[in-house]
């Protein structure tokens, strides 16, 4: 199990091309704080507003990594479950690194910033790396489900986007959002105002896209004589 962990970490970002594909998604994070930070106005210029749009923006192409773990299985004959925690690596780079990008561009700028640029940072870190760790859980799933990686990764945005624009035209519906779409949650974890309700409907939505999408896609798997690693 210990090797089969250590091969699966090396997968994640094991060849050139994951490692472009991660520096790639890097860079666009970079400029797209700069670019924030350059247009704000003062009283946005808070590290929970920049990594707000940033780490959304950074949590679009987590979802890819998971898809590609996902592909190998189709290819190779490994593990289904450390080949799905695997994108954790990836997740967790991408997450602590957009902190750190966010945290610089905020110290770094030579224009004014809010009178309290710094507050939730804290929860708001933690919260970013929550993003991109559930971000690559749904990569993963939908991996499992579909064959094609150009679907897997375009359903990635619209299901859940979709699912959020569907129960937001629904007044009745709309507080639903936070239970069961990442958006909403990612709302709640990226403002650091976080309250026990909050996090238990991030919790559901760990339950539902990381938890219970992998666990449909990894039966359809099972089904056809796949290992499970368990």
Do not use: K, Y
């Not at 704000?40 to 590290?47: I, K, L």
């Amino acid at each position: 199990m210990d090797e089969t962990i250590r091969e699966t970490l090396r997968r994640s970002l094991g060849t050139p091309a994951r490692r472009w594909l991660l520096v790639g998604t890097l860079v666009v994070g970079l400029l797209a704080a700069v670019a924030l930070v350059a247009a704000a106005d003062p009283a946005d210029r808070t590290f929970a507003e920049l990594s707000g749009t940033v780490q959304s923006l950074l949590s679009v192409a987590t979802p890819l990594f998971g898809i590609l773990l996902a592909h190998d299985l189709r290819r190779v004959r490994l593990p289904i479950l450390p080949t799905v925690l695997a994108v954790g690596l990836p997740a967790v780079v991408i997450g602590v690194v957009g902190v750190l990008i966010c945290a610089a561009t905020l110290v770094l700028t030579p224009a004014d910033v809010a009178e309290a640029p710094w507050r939730f940072a804290g929860t708001v870190a933690v919260g970013s790396l929550l993003v991109q760790i559930v971000a690559g859980l749904v990569g993963t799933g939908l991996g499992l489900l579909l064959r094609s990686v150009v679907l897997a990764f375009l359903a990635t945005i619209i299901l859940p986007l979709g699912l959020f624009a569907l129960l937001g035209a629904v007044d009745a519906l709309r507080p639903a959002q936070p239970w069961l779409t990442p958006l909403g949650s990612v709302r709640n974890l990226l403002s650091g105002e976080m309250s026990a309700l909050a996090w238990v409907q991030w919790l559901c939505v760990l339950l539902i896209w990381g938890v219970g999408l992998n666990a449909v896609g990894a039966a359809l798997l099972s089904r056809r004589g796949r290992p499970t690693g368990r």
